[in-house]
């Protein structure tokens, strides 16, 4: 049984994106720039700012943040967001998920330059994902944990000789962050894929009949190994913190580890390639800098 590690190939992309973030910046006389937004104090959201902005200083990136009360109004949070759109230091922008009640998530990622939305979750970025637009026709962003996903699925793929086109792809969840995106990348490569979530009737039957299974639905433990065809990649994307103070991903590791041939682990599978991705695309907006972008539509 294969276990993909994510924070190793993490580790390794980052030396990768030391080398093109200082190639950038010698391009554009200055370093690639993050704007990152953190609107509240959701403890969880806090330490995942502290620890995007420690990784993209060690990979050469300048982070400009903006913290926001939990209270701000939508206006104020528009206009950090206009502030980072028109800083021209700026190349990737951050909004950092869940936002307050009170606010609007879409009018917010909307709102967001697609050129620097380097989490992939602008419409136009969705948009340009679903249609499948090569990057050399028009520049567009994927989803930083779909994209890390695909990162470890690739590595599973090189390791055990495995096929994606014509297998059968399951994934538990239909998030723009991760669902609808991770679905619309498999289906690029060629699988057969179903978007299985809360309505699904017989879901483990849907599981038992996939060879990549990808769970995303934020349920601790929710797929047992019973549940998995023999054989079958795994990929867990949830992240749940159990009484007892463990983390654990949506699939029950100790059982399901047993079944499949490769599995990532919670913590340091997907967690770390999501981190990863976000830095790429902050430099690979920076290296676009001077390029012609028509096309983008800033809503």
Same mark, same amino acid.
């Given at each position: 049984?294969?276990? &993909?590690?994510?924070? /190793? !190939?993490?580790?390794?992309?980052?030396?990768? *994106?030391?080398?093109?973030?200082?190639?950038?910046?010698?391009?554009?006389?200055?370093?690639?720039?993050?704007?990152?937004?953190?609107?509240?104090?959701?403890? /969880?959201?806090?330490?995942?700012?502290?620890?995007?902005?420690?990784? /993209?200083?060690?990979?050469? *990136?300048? =982070?400009? #943040?903006?913290?926001?009360?939990?209270?701000?109004?939508?206006?104020?949070?528009?206009?950090?967001?206009?502030?980072?759109?028109?800083?021209?230091?700026?190349?990737?922008?951050?909004?950092?998920?869940? &936002?307050?009640?009170?606010?609007? @998530?879409?009018?917010?990622?909307?709102?967001?330059?697609?050129?620097?939305?380097? #989490?992939? !979750?602008?419409?136009?970025?969705?948009?340009?994902?679903?249609?499948?637009?090569? $990057?050399?026709?028009?520049?567009?962003?994927?989803?930083?944990?779909?994209?890390?996903?695909?990162?470890?699925?690739? @590595?599973?793929? @090189?390791?055990?000789?495995?096929?994606?086109?014509?297998?059968?792809?399951?994934?538990?969840?239909?998030?723009? !962050?991760?669902?609808?995106?991770?679905?619309?990348?498999?289906?690029?490569?060629?699988?057969? %894929?179903?978007?299985?979530?809360?309505?699904?009737?017989?879901? @483990?039957?849907?599981?038992?009949?996939? #060879?990549?299974? %990808?769970?995303?639905?934020?349920?601790?433990?929710? =797929?047992?190994?019973?549940?998995?065809?023999?054989? /079958?990649?795994?990929?867990?994307?949830? *992240?749940?913190?159990?009484?007892?103070?463990?983390?654990?991903?949506?699939?029950?590791?100790?059982?399901?580890?047993?079944?499949?041939?490769?599995?990532?682990?919670?913590?340091?599978? %997907?967690?770390?390639?999501?981190?990863?991705?976000?830095?790429?695309?902050? %430099?690979? $907006?920076?290296?676009?800098?001077?390029?012609?972008?028509?096309?983008?539509?800033?809503?």
């Amino acid at each position: 049984m294969l276990i &993909l590690d994510g924070k /190793a !190939l993490a580790s390794k992309l980052k030396e990768q *994106i030391l080398i093109d973030a200082q190639a950038v910046e010698k391009k554009i006389n200055r370093k690639p720039g993050l704007g990152v937004i953190l609107v509240g104090e959701n403890p /969880a959201s806090k330490v995942y700012v502290a620890s995007k902005t420690k990784a /993209a200083l060690a990979c050469g *990136i300048e =982070v400009f #943040d903006r913290f926001l009360n939990a209270e701000s109004t939508q206006e104020e949070l528009q206009l950090a967001i206009s502030d980072f759109n028109n800083n021209p230091l700026v190349d990737g922008i951050l909004l950092q998920l869940p &936002l307050p009640k009170h606010l609007n @998530e879409l009018t917010a990622l909307s709102s967001i330059d697609p050129g620097k939305d380097a #989490d992939g !979750l602008h419409p136009v970025n969705q948009g340009m994902l679903l249609r499948g637009a090569p $990057s050399f026709v028009l520049p567009y962003f994927v989803p930083c944990t779909p994209a890390g996903s695909m990162a470890l699925l690739n @590595e599973a793929v @090189e390791k055990l000789n495995f096929q994606i086109a014509g297998k059968k792809a399951l994934v538990l969840g239909r998030s723009i !962050l991760v669902g609808k995106p991770l679905a619309l990348l498999l289906l690029e490569k060629g699988a057969t %894929v179903t978007i299985a979530h809360s309505k699904t009737k017989n879901i @483990e039957e849907e599981c038992r009949a996939a #060879d990549i299974l %990808v769970a995303a639905i934020g349920q601790p433990e929710f =797929v047992k190994g019973n549940w998995v065809k023999p054989g /079958a990649i795994v990929i867990d994307v949830g *992240i749940n913190r159990l009484i007892d103070k463990r983390l654990v991903g949506d699939v029950d590791y100790m059982e399901v580890s047993k079944v499949a041939s490769a599995i990532t682990p919670v913590p340091g599978g %997907v967690g770390p390639m999501t981190i990863t991705m976000l830095l790429k695309n902050t %430099v690979l $907006s920076a290296s676009r800098k001077g390029l012609n972008t028509v096309g983008w539509v800033n809503t």
